[in-house]
């Protein structure tokens, strides 16, 4: 891993055409319902990023056999269901790895330690811990349920869970443990959030049960499923697109390209507020791949957006990308403001604070609320963004693409401390910027 920093250095228009990684939600739930399912998983496109890579390896350690065979072209050999590691599950950086594992894991007699970085470590646990003990798994860890700790599993009883947060992590723990719990489990949804898991349950053969009650999602998955080895190809991840994407609507003269991003419409938030901003971004080539649409993307550098108020019951949609929208938004006119996205704060960093303070050492007005922030756009007094940054990202990876894409746009350049997090969602993320004509080098 890289210790130096990185530094983003303003330049001329970036061009071109790319691919984004594979999608990480849909990648980690490949090789956890490949490794519970019976038979053979096949899996293209698959996001080889280091939190990916844990769950791969945690797969191998519950007992399926999982071998990559080309570049994001893996197979797993499911067992039908999980035996007891002998060893710790550490899930590295990763939450949705720790949190959809737990939930599968919680089904079957075992017991299990699971760990992560220091940045897992620190990670609320206790969401998807509730449910699951209710369901009847036990676990003893640290306070509020922190990493490391120890989850056993088995003789699972069924639930009907409302969601207290808009969590897909939460949700799909719940319906994993479910798979083998007497009498199924209900999730309900009061803000609906992505469905992948849903939709890769579907393809393995459950049977998945939802129904729109008043605009409230309830998600039913009956006892007795069987899960069957399929193919899953894995679309583009819309988080990972955005990256380039901005900086195509925020350096001058710039037109880019992102071919194969999935367009689910519980994942392109940010797209839609984008637009709404003015932002030249044109979806085009529309299609079906594997259940899920995808599509390409160009972004066209865009002068003139406005900033917007985001509708807060958009946050689900486009969690993981306030990030980027803020360093949007401050090339806009006007603040843009954004609310109810108080999940922020427990990510893999808190994503509020450090977004706002990685603006503001690059010279950007932005008001923090403990669940909102406001960015003002500093094309209202008429001047452009000064960047000039020193960035603390806490090895967040979204914190350091998004400030490395703010030092392409502004005046001065822009460095992050820790960049091989970035590796953990987007592998290879400095080299795409580079083809494009960025100019992004160690610090
Ligand atoms: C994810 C759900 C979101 C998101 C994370 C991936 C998933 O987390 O932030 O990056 O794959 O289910 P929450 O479910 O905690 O909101």
Not at 158 to 171: D, E, F, I, R, W
Request: some cysteine; overall charge negative.
């Amino acid at each position: 891993m890289t210790t130096a920093g990185l530094k983003s250095t303003p330049g001329g228009a970036l061009r071109g055409t790319v691919r984004a990684p594979g999608d990480k939600s849909i990648s980690h739930r490949s090789m956890i319902l490949g490794a519970l399912a019976t038979g053979t998983t096949t899996v293209e496109g698959l996001l080889e990023g280091a939190d990916v890579l844990a769950t791969a390896q945690a797969m191998r350690s519950f007992g399926a056999r999982v071998e990559q065979e080309g570049v994001g072209r893996w197979r797993i050999e499911g067992q039908g269901g999980f035996v007891e590691p002998s060893d710790v599950v550490d899930c590295g950086n990763a939450g949705t790895g720790v949190r959809l594992i737990m939930g599968a894991a919680a089904g079957f007699p075992l017991c299990a330690t699971f760990t992560g970085d220091n940045s897992l470590r620190g990670r609320p646990m206790g969401r998807v811990l509730d449910p699951l003990a209710r369901m009847g798994a036990t676990w003893l860890g640290r306070d509020k349920g922190r990493l490391p700790l120890t989850l056993k599993g088995g003789n699972l009883r069924g639930l009907n869970y409302t969601l207290p947060m808009a969590s897909a992590q939460v949700k799909s723990a719940v319906l994993l443990a479910g798979l083998h719990a007497e009498g199924g489990v209900e999730v309900i949804e009061p803000e609906a959030t992505r469905d992948h898991t849903e939709r890769m349950l579907r393809a393995f053969g459950a049977e998945v049960i939802v129904e729109d009650k008043d605009g409230v999602r309830h998600i039913r998955l009956p006892a007795g499923q069987k899960l069957t080895g399929t193919h899953v190809a894995v679309p583009g991840d819309p988080s990972s697109a955005a990256f380039p994407l901005v900086a195509g609507l925020i350096v001058p003269g710039s037109e880019v390209t992102v071919e194969g991003v999935m367009l689910n419409e519980l994942r392109t938030g940010l797209f839609t507020t984008l637009q709404e901003m003015g932002a030249d971004l044109v979806i085009s080539n529309v299609r079906e791949s594997s259940g899920e649409q995808v599509g390409d993307i160009t972004a066209r550098y865009s002068p003139d957006m406005k900033g917007v108020v985001v509708p807060p019951e958009r946050a689900p949609a486009m969690i993981d990308e306030y990030p980027i929208l803020a360093v949007a938004a401050a090339f806009a006119e006007g603040p843009t403001v954004m609310r109810g996205i108080g999940e922020m704060r427990v990510k893999e960093s808190d994503r509020i604070a450090l977004t706002a303070a990685g603006l503001k050492a690059c010279g950007v007005t932005v008001e923090e609320e403990p669940e909102g922030m406001t960015v003002v756009g500093t094309k209202r007094a008429n001047h452009p963004v000064r960047g000039g940054g020193k960035v603390v990202t806490h090895g967040d990876h979204r914190i350091a693409m998004s400030h490395l894409i703010l030092g392409m746009a502004a005046q001065e350049p822009v460095e992050i401390d820790e960049p091989g997090m970035i590796a953990t969602s987007f592998p290879g993320f400095a080299d795409l910027m580079r083809g494009l004509g960025g100019s992004i080098a160690e610090a």
